[in-house]
Every structure is written in C-alpha cells, then in structure tokens.
C-alpha cells in the first residue's frame, strides 16, 4: 500500500527539478535500504521510471550503491556500485547546487568501504551542505540532515547550532 502511494504521489505530482524534495517515504527508505533488501529493489524501480530528474537520479545513483552491498558476487558489486556512482555523480555535475543530492552524495561516500576508493568529496559536500542549510524550507528535510550528521559525527556541536534554528 506504502509503494502504491508513492508511485501514486510520483505519477500525479511528479517531481520538479527545481524542488530538492522527494516525498518522506523515499527518504524513509533510504535509511532501511542498506538492511532491506526488498525495499532496496521496490525503491530502485520507482526511481528508475522518473525521468529527466537530478534529484531522482541521485537517489537512483544512491540506492544503486546501496543495491550493491546485497549481491553476493564481488564483480556485480562493482559493476553495479559503478553505475550508481555515475548516476550520483552525474546528479551532482547537473545540479551542484540541490542541498539534498550533495548530501546523498556525502552520506553515500561516509558510509562505504575505503576500499572502493569513494570518500573524496565527504568534506566538500559537509561544507557545501552548512553553508545553505539555511536554504531548506522543508522541516522535515533539514531534521532528516542533521539527524544522519549526528548519528556519522559529522557535525561538531558549534555546526550543529549554526543549523539548529
């Protein structure tokens, strides 16, 4: 029912461009992706039917990367990491601007192994993501960014004022 709602959501409204929102349950999702396998794979077919959108292909890119932790062959690891990097990456290149994919990008890079040799933009992203907080109207956007700060010790306790209103 939680899956027809967001396609529903996705069909009728669509999603603008210029909005760095996605509707909660993509977000929600994000947070389960990595430990559920499923919704994991439900999300990746939603994400894979928007087109033309930066930030539905950084989230695309995102739970890619996040599909990749739940094969068992090392060489579909890496091929399908790769297509969500580039996808994440080709989000950012587009739309450098969007709080939101700097921030999937940097969550992304935090929670990975450094052996895939994908961490180089995690201080980048931070900085980019402190300087225009200011810039997210949506509440429950702004708390989902300072939660995942928090939770990685991203955040020193004067950033964490500067973002806390």
Do not use: W
Not at 18 to 37: C, G, N, Q, V
């Amino acid at each position: 029912m939680k899956l027809m709602f967001i396609v529903c959501f996705i069909l009728t409204k669509g999603l603008s461009a210029e909005s760095p929102l996605l509707p909660h349950d993509i977000r929600e999702r994000y947070t389960m992706a990595p430990f559920d396998k499923n919704v994991c794979l439900e999300t990746l077919d939603i994400l894979s039917n928007i087109p033309d959108n930066n930030l539905a292909l950084a989230y695309l890119g995102a739970f890619q990367i996040i599909r990749a932790k739940h094969f068992f062959n090392p060489f579909k690891k890496l091929k399908t990491f790769s297509e969500g990097k580039n996808n994440l990456e080709e989000a950012v290149r587009r739309a450098p601007d969007i709080v939101e994919i700097r921030f999937i990008r940097m969550s992304v890079q935090q929670e990975i192994p450094g052996i895939l040799q994908y961490k180089s933009d995690i201080a980048a992203d931070k900085e980019f993501i402190l300087s225009y907080f200011h810039r997210i109207s949506d509440p429950e956007l702004r708390h989902f960014i300072i939660s995942y700060m928090e939770n990685a010790a991203l955040l020193t306790r004067e950033e964490k004022n500067t973002m806390v209103p």
